[in-house]
């Protein structure tokens, strides 16, 4: 039986939202596919916003379970203010979507690892895997990590 889930990745201030039926086997069921910006002025406020946005989606749409792009380390070295920024919004979903819900948090390089026999990079980019694997509203490019984790999680509790 399919159940509904929420994909989330947060990069700056910006929370990318792909929401699908997700059944045992087969392609899954795009129901819809959002990005939700940060409010401008007082983050304080702002992360007050997202909480309550995300919440109330989950709350409202049914949603039995969210997987979300956990925190990444920086490559480079240093760590930079935007980084940090990205993941406070990145906690404020967490805690938003866990009042509502089960929330995993899965870092990419695990589903690299766990997930197929090729990187997220590599299924991000390859079109027919898209195809096979979706059905529903178009997903946009920007949105396919949301997805992936998705399907990635599927047959987990």
């Known amino acids: 039986m399919a159940e509904r889930r929420v994909g989330f990745t947060v990069s700056g201030d910006k929370v990318v939202v792909v929401d699908a039926e997700v059944p045992v086997d087969g392609p899954i069921v795009l129901i819809a596919d959002h990005t939700w910006s940060l409010q401008k002025g007082a983050r304080e406020d702002a992360y007050n916003v997202i909480y309550q946005q995300v919440a109330n989606y989950l709350r409202e749409h049914g949603v039995k379970r969210v997987v979300l792009k956990a925190s990444a380390v920086n490559q480079r070295g240093s760590m930079k203010l935007a980084h940090l920024e990205s993941a406070e919004v990145r906690g404020v979903v967490i805690a938003a979507a866990r009042s509502v819900c089960p929330v995993r948090s899965v870092a990419k390089a695990i589903i690299s690892r766990q997930f197929g026999d090729r990187t997220v990079d590599e299924y991000v980019k390859d079109d027919v895997f898209w195809t096979e694997n ?15 984790l998705l399907i990635a999680d599927r047959g987990t509790a």
Do not use: C, K
């Open 134 to 148: 979706t059905e529903g509203v178009d997903l946009r490019a920007g949105s396919r990590e949301a997805a992936l």
